[in-house]
């Protein structure tokens, strides 16, 4: 079953924070988190690992709860450029994903 | 970085006509997949591309319908073959150079649009 994510849609005001949440029925290896702008392919952000450490880079982080098989997104300090569709993608092992719902972003000045 | 290039951009075929995607990556990968996004929708897995055997098809998606090749660790294709308007979408390839890292990356998707 697809992975859920909340919320579906967003709308901040420049230099705001957001959480993205993605929640999956199944057992969980991996949890992979994309940026995809409209017309355009998804960009890879960050993979979090079973067992491994909370991610992040510059004001883009990413937790991951095994046993109760969500992650979260954590965006700081929202900028214009990081409008777009997220998307959690999630493996129970192996190096098939399966897509959550999407979360549209929209960062407005 | 990882360049992941695909072709056509975008097609507008007739229906019962048959369509063949390339994509072509910049260096030897481990793995190469096949997606299918629907307009406003998340992504869908349609197949695994194995390098000189069958492809590996997921649930609702069979072979004669998506005929994939990947015949070395670099090119494959998917063909989208008698084609109705529910095929309309947009078609990505993705790849994983280090199986270790587990890290996907996608091309920049043809966009298919069935009349």
């Known amino acids: 079953q697809q992975p859920v994510q909340s919320p579906q849609a967003v709308i901040l005001r420049e230099g705001e924070d957001a959480v993205i949440n993605c929640s999956s029925s199944?057992?969980?290896?991996?949890v992979h988190w994309y940026r995809q702008k409209h017309g355009e392919a998804p960009v890879f952000l960050m993979i979090?690992?079973?067992?491994?450490e909370q991610k992040g880079h510059e004001k883009i982080s990413a937790s991951f709860n095994e046993k109760k098989q969500q992650s979260s997104l954590y965006l700081t300090a929202s900028q214009l450029s990081y409008s777009g569709t997220y998307f959690c993608?999630?493996?129970?092992?192996?190096?098939?994903?399966?897509f959550g719902t999407g979360t549209q972003l929209k960062v407005e000045l | 970085s990882a360049v992941i290039s695909q072709k056509p951009s975008r097609d507008i075929c007739q229906r019962g006509t048959s369509l063949t995607i390339q994509c072509q990556v910049d260096?030897?990968?481990?793995?190469m997949f096949w997606y299918r996004q629907q307009p406003g929708q998340s992504l869908t897995l349609i197949a695994t591309?194995?390098?000189?055997?069958?492809?590996?098809?997921e649930s609702g998606f069979v072979i004669d319908k998506f005929p994939i090749s990947r015949p070395n660790l670099t090119f494959s294709t998917l063909t989208v073959s008698n084609m109705s308007p529910e095929d309309s979408s947009i078609y990505l390839c993705?790849?994983?150079?280090?199986?270790?890292?587990?890290?996907?990356?996608f091309g920049p998707g043809t966009r298919l649009t069935v009349t």
């Open positions: 993705s790849a994983i150079w280090d199986r270790s890292t587990y890290e996907q990356y």
């Open positions: 199944k057992a969980l290896y991996s």
């Open positions: 979090l690992l079973k067992g491994g």
């Open positions: 993608g999630t493996s129970g092992g192996g190096n098939k994903l399966t």
């Open positions: 260096s030897q990968v481990t793995m």
């Open positions: 591309a194995n390098q000189g055997s069958e492809a590996t098809y």
